[in-house]
């Protein structure tokens, strides 16, 4: 949770532009209808004139939280004797604004008090709070173009707050170190996104053996039964051989995915597996024997982790108890996991490729 809330906002973006939509609706019937939304450029000046409305936002922002195109098309229909800018918080105006005005979060949509002598005016007012010589409309932004940087031994955004002590960095890996970091990784056995993750994460797990403890999550099976027989398989693995584990895991990925996932076909699977056991001395009978005693309720546990932690896609990667965003490769995900100690054993800075990202996009999921 970020420490900045706006305590009037009670409404959300979506909400808002509910209620003003169905406002707007009725103002349409009696003026010339909706016209298409349109994605204005970027302004670089930030004056407001008399009768303009100013849209402050952050380029770097992309997701559904920055998005203003609906409230625009709205607004312009509600006061369409009004135009308006978009300023980027990262330019010089943007940024004095913001400042200015001591907002804490983005977007924030800005009238001239012209606004006030509008028609519509009385419809929006409830939502709205005088910010210097704007009227603000509370829109319930989320967004913080200042966090807190959580390593650099100062404070970023102004609160006093260094690093770890800002509640900015309460969901960061470098905030929650321990001596041996439990790195889990979530996945489907077959699912090909998990798949392009597993195999750096072998070749980390093999680097960092006994430093930190590693585990596959086999949580989910929605290709079909030779997925089932394969999460069992792994489960059985970790829970009978952890150390043998991860060497496993690079063969399956280098040898028996390719195959099995093209033919889908638990035949193919099963066959492959014990070769693949075999070849590491891995005792294929015993592991056999608890897939069938325990393969089913092995799998259980793991999909309830997966819904304790709120998991919906595979790969997804947490670092003592915290969600990663990594790139799938080795170099990348060695950085994460090496974040999380509180003395970087020597091993962290072991060689490790950087290049297998062309074949493991960061993004992508089953
Ligand atoms: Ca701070
Ligand atoms: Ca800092």
Redesign the pocket.
């Given at each position: 949770m970020k420490h900045h809330k706006h305590k009037n906002s009670i409404f959300t973006i979506t909400n808002i532009v509910i209620a003003i939509l169905a406002i707007a609706l009725i103002f349409a019937i009696f003026t010339k209808g909706f016209t298409n939304p349109i994605n204005l450029p970027f302004s670089k000046k930030a004056e407001i004139t008399e009768t303009s409305f100013l849209i402050l936002t952050d380029e770097r922002c992309t997701g559904q939280e920055c998005n203003t195109e609906q409230i625009t098309t709205t607004l312009e229909q509600m006061f369409p004797e009004f135009s308006y800018q978009i300023i980027d918080y990262n330019s010089k105006q943007g940024n004095q604004l913001y400042e200015e005005l001591e907002l804490t979060t983005l977007p924030a949509i800005l009238f001239s008090p012209e606004i006030k002598e509008t028609e519509n005016y009385n419809q929006i007012g409830p939502y709205t709070e005088e910010k210097g010589e704007y009227i603000n409309l509370l829109i319930g932004a989320t967004y913080d173009p200042n966090p807190?940087v959580c390593d650099n031994g100062k404070?970023?955004?102004?609160?006093?707050?260094?690093d770890c002590d800002?509640a900015?960095c309460s969901s960061s890996v470098e905030c929650s170190k321990t001596d041996k970091p439990e790195v889990e990784l979530f996945i489907w056995s077959y699912c090909p996104y998990g798949v392009m993750a597993q195999g750096p994460m072998a070749e980390v797990a093999n680097i960092l053996a006994g430093k930190a403890d590693f585990k596959a999550i086999m949580y989910h099976d929605g290709h079909g039964a030779y997925e089932t027989q394969q999460n069992q398989i792994q489960a059985c693995i970790q829970k009978l051989d952890p150390n043998n584990y991860w060497s496993y895991s690079e063969g399956f990925v280098s040898d028996i995915y390719p195959v099995c996932g093209q033919s889908k076909d638990i035949e193919c699977d099963l066959a492959e597996s014990v070769k693949l056991m075999n070849s590491l001395s891995i005792d294929s009978n015993g592991i056999l024997a608890c897939v069938t005693s325990y393969g089913t309720d092995l799998i259980k546990e793991d999909l309830a982790h997966a819904q304790e932690n709120g998991v919906t896609g595979s790969p997804t990667i947490i670092i003592n108890g915290v969600r990663t965003q990594v790139a799938r490769t080795p170099a990348a995900i060695l950085d994460a996991v090496c974040s999380a100690f509180n003395d970087q054993p020597e091993e962290c800075n072991s060689e490790v490729s950087a290049n297998a990202e062309a074949q493991a996009p960061a993004g992508g999921s089953c």
């Open positions: 807190e404070d970023d955004n102004d609160n006093d707050l260094v800002d900015d």
